[in-house]
C-alpha cells in the first residue's frame, strides 16, 4: 500500500528552512481512514481467524473508531456492538452523525453511565457485557493492543528514512507506538497529545521498544475533544492555502503544535519533517454541532 507524503510549501517553511510533509494516511480508506485501518488491520484479522462473528469496542459519541469499526465489521461480515459512553445519548443518538453512521452499518449500540464507563474494562464489568451479548471479540477503546501497534509499525516506508522528526498525534498511544519501533535510529519521535497531562508516557512505554520519542504536552487546546476560535481558524487557513483538511480533535492539534515549535526556533534550519495525517475527518460534522452551539465559526468540510 502506497501512501503518499505530501509536501507542504508556506512561507513560514520557506522562512525557517523547514521541509514539512505530511503521509495522508487519511486517503487510506473513505470510512477506515489512518490509523484505524492500521489499528483495526490485524485485529480482525485474529478475531476471523478465532472464528469469531461479533467484535465489541468501546467509543465516544464522536468517536472515530466506532465508526470504522462498524464500517470494517460490515465489510468484513462481522457483527459489531459499540459501548458508548454517556447514557444520555440513548435517546438523542440519531441527531448525532457518528453513531447514525455507525448504525446504518449495523452496529448495535449499549449506552453506560459516564462513571460506569471508567470501569469497562474490569473482568466484572466485561462479564456483564458477555452475559448480555454472548462470546465476542474485544477490541480496546481507541483500538490499541499489540495487534494494532503491529499494524501501525507499517506507516513508515523505506523511502521515509530521510526525515529527521516523525510527528504524530495521540489519542491512546497505539500510533505512536508503532511508529517509535519502526523509526530509524537518526529520527526522532514526537508525539502531540489530545489529552491533557503525562499519563500516556506510561502507556506508550507498555509498546515501545526504542527510546528514540518524546511528548509535546502543550497543544491539547484544554483536553480530548476542546477546540476554541483559534484552532478553527488554524484548520481552516491550513485546508484553503494546502488543500488538506486536518480533523480538530488530533491532526490539527499536531500541526497547529508543529507550525508554533517551527516559530520559536525548535527546529533548526534544513530540518525535514514527517507528519503523519491520522485521519479522523468524519468527526467534523459532529464538532461542527458543537461549534454552532458556542457560537463560533464552523469547520469547512
Known amino acids: ?104 452499518q449495523g452496529m448495535d449500540f449499549h449506552f453506560v453511565s459516564r462513571s460506569g464507563y471508567r470501569i469497562k474494562h474490569t473482568p466484572e464489568f466485561l462479564d456483564q457485557l458477555r452475559e448480555k451479548f454472548g462470546d465476542f471479540y474485544l477490541v480496546p477503546e481507541g483500538g490499541t493492543n499489540q495487534l494494532a501497534v503491529k499494524g501501525c509499525e507499517e506507516v513508515l516506508k523505506s523511502d521515509d528514512q530521510k526525515f529527521d522528526f516523525i510527528c504524530s498525534s495521540v489519542g491512546t498511544g497505539g500510533t505512536i507506538s508503532g511508529l517509535i519501533n519502526s523509526a530509524q535510529t537518526h529520527q526522532k519521535v514526537l508525539g502531540f497529545p489530545a489529552l491533557k497531562g503525562d499519563f500516556l508516557r506510561e502507556d506508550i512505554q507498555k509498546f515501545a521498544r526504542q527510546e528514540n520519542w518524546d511528548l509535546i504536552l502543550d497543544y491539547h487546546f484544554g483536553g480530548y475533544a476542546k477546540i476554541n476560535l483559534q484552532l478553527v481558524e488554524f484548520i481552516n487557513d491550513f485546508k484553503k492555502k494546502t488543500g488538506i483538511p486536518l480533523d480538530p480533535v488530533y491532526t490539527g492539534k499536531m500541526l497547529f503544535g508543529i507550525f508554533d515549535l517551527i516559530k520559536k526556533g525548535f527546529f533548526k534550519s534544513g530540518t525535514q519533517i514527517l507528519a503523519i495525517h491520522t485521519g479522523g475527518l468524519q468527526g467534523i460534522k459532529g464538532m461542527n454541532q458543537v461549534l454552532k452551539q458556542k457560537n463560533l465559526p464552523v469547520l469547512d468540510l
Open 1 to 104: 500500500m502506497s501512501i503518499p507524503n505530501q509536501k507542504v510549501a508556506l512561507p513560514l517553511l520557506e522562512e525557517h528552512q523547514i521541509d514539512l510533509y505530511i503521509k495522508r494516511e487519511d486517503t487510506i480508506h473513505p470510512y477506515i481512514s489512518g490509523n484505524k485501518f492500521r489499528k483495526l488491520k490485524y485485529n480482525i484479522e485474529e478475531a476471523k481467524q478465532r472464528q469469531h462473528g461479533t467484535l465489541l469496542t468501546f467509543g465516544g459519541a464522536f468517536s472515530n473508531h466506532i465508526a470504522a469499526t462498524a464500517f470494517a465489521g460490515k465489510l468484513n461480515g462481522l457483527k459489531t456492538i459499540g459501548v458508548i459512553r454517556g447514557d444520555e445519548l440513548e435517546t438523542g443518538w440519531k441527531s448525532n452523525p457518528t453513531l447514525s453512521f455507525a448504525a446504518d
